[in-house]
């Protein structure tokens, strides 16, 4: 399996050697490195290609590492029924950056492009309808961002006076606790009541 993904990454370096900065196999998975502004003439490529035949959009996600200076990676999974292969493609992008939309290459990508932008923040120019998809429209924030707090920012509720919806300010209870899920029983150096039944025959105390 390797062996054949070795030379499938070969054949798309050697190809796309000004689009393609790198590839990797790991896990029986091959994952391309691209260059953002040539992400979709790598798809077009990968679709076309009979070599490759990749003409299934599986899933278009991102990822967040808020250290680094390009946060985001855009991570497209894409699949050939023929070939029988699975390729992930890869690209890094700030926060300010645009990606451009691959909906004109597999247009599929406009759901997965908008649950990007919704969950991270992630741009995509030329996207025909750029929304957000999974939270409500006046959400405030990106929900799987590492620095979006656990709480969310607001709060809604549905007012009787005013016959709708209201969104407040998030006032928490208490703060939150952290517990560690050990069993204070478990440090007891004795036998307690009941545990003799959980003990093996033969390996009685």
């Known amino acids: 399996m390797d062996e054949s993904l070795q030379d499938l990454g070969d054949h798309i370096a050697g190809a796309l050697d000004n689009e393609v900065s790198s590839f ?9 490195e691209a260059k953002t502004d040539k992400i979709n003439r790598v798809l077009k490529f990968l ?5 490759c035949q990749l003409t299934i959009l599986v899933d278009i996600c991102g990822a967040d590492y808020p250290e680094r200076a390009e946060r985001f990676d855009v991570v497209y999974h894409l699949l050939s029924m023929r070939q029988n292969q699975r390729v992930r493609v890869r690209i890094t992008v ?6 451009p939309s691959a909906t004109a290459v597999f247009p599929a ?5 908008r649950e990007a932008f919704d969950m991270y923040g992630i741009l995509f120019s030329d996207h025909p309808d750029l929304r957000r998809i999974l939270t409500d429209y006046g959400f405030t924030g990106y929900p799987l961002r590492k620095d979006f707090p656990v709480s969310g920012f607001v709060e809604l509720r549905y007012d009787d006076e ?5 969104y407040e300010p998030v006032k928490l209870a208490q703060e939150f606790r952290n517990f560690d899920f050990e069993s204070p029983w478990e440090a007891a150096e004795y036998l307690l009541p009941g545990d ?4 093996p025959a033969g390996d009685k105390k």
């Open 94 to 99: 700030d926060e300010d950056a645009q990606v």
């Open 109 to 113: 990508a406009g759901w997965y492009e």
């Open 196 to 199: 003799e039944k959980a003990t």
């Open 162 to 166: 005013l016959k709708r919806v209201a």
């Open 47 to 51: 679709r076309d290609d009979p070599a």
């Open 24 to 32: 990797t196999i790991s896990y029986g998975e091959l994952t391309l």
